[in-house]
């Protein structure tokens, strides 16, 4: 064999190896119960549970505790998944900035006892495109007329 085919082959089997392995670390989307089936199995890794905030009528957020003068570090708020089961979820860290005005939250941890301990929030705020969109028709409508 040539020297330029023995180097093709090491490379391809490394980037196997890489694929396999990153693989094997892929979180995935579950629900809060599914979530504390893992926990009770024994699965310590982290998984992403998709759901929405607690609101009243006037689209305050209830069930949201955060106190950053008592404990910055401690965020706890109510979610409700896919299956409408409503979980308490506890995130060690500051409240996320624009959480209050988020629609739709995606937690990323595990379950441990009675609630949910957040590593890592992601927010989507589809207000904040819609403003956007709202503008950007108005100044069209605006240069239209000029």
Request: proline share 4%.
């Given at each position: 064999?040539?020297?330029t085919?023995?180097?093709?082959i090491i490379?391809?089997?490394?980037a196997i190896?890489?694929?396999?392995?990153?693989a094997?670390d892929?979180s995935?989307?579950?629900?809060?119960?599914q979530a504390?089936?893992?926990a009770?199995?024994?699965?310590?890794d982290?998984?992403?549970?998709?759901?929405k905030?607690?609101?009243n009528?006037?689209?305050k957020i209830i069930?949201?505790?955060?106190?950053?003068?008592?404990?910055?570090?401690?965020?706890?708020?109510?979610?409700i998944?896919?299956e409408?089961h409503m979980q308490k979820?506890?995130?060690?860290?500051?409240?996320p900035?624009?959480?209050?005005r988020?629609?739709?939250v995606?937690?990323?941890?595990?379950?441990q006892?009675?609630h949910?301990?957040?590593d890592?929030?992601l927010?989507?705020c589809?207000?904040?495109?819609?403003?956007?969109?709202?503008?950007?028709?108005e100044y069209?409508a605006?240069?239209?007329t000029?």
């Open positions: 064999m040539k020297k085919h023995i180097l093709g490379v391809i089997a490394l190896g890489i694929i396999i392995s990153t094997g892929a995935s989307y579950v629900t809060f119960t504390a089936e893992l009770k199995s024994g699965e310590s982290g998984v992403h549970v998709v759901g905030l607690t609101k009528a006037q689209g069930n949201m505790v955060y106190q950053p003068q008592v404990d910055p570090n401690r965020f706890e708020f109510t979610l998944d896919n409408n979820v506890v995130y060690n860290s500051p409240k900035q624009d959480f209050d988020s629609e739709q995606v937690v990323i941890g595990s379950m006892g009675d949910f301990r957040a890592k929030i927010l989507k589809p207000s904040k495109y819609q403003e956007n969109k709202l503008e950007t028709k069209e605006k240069t239209a000029l």
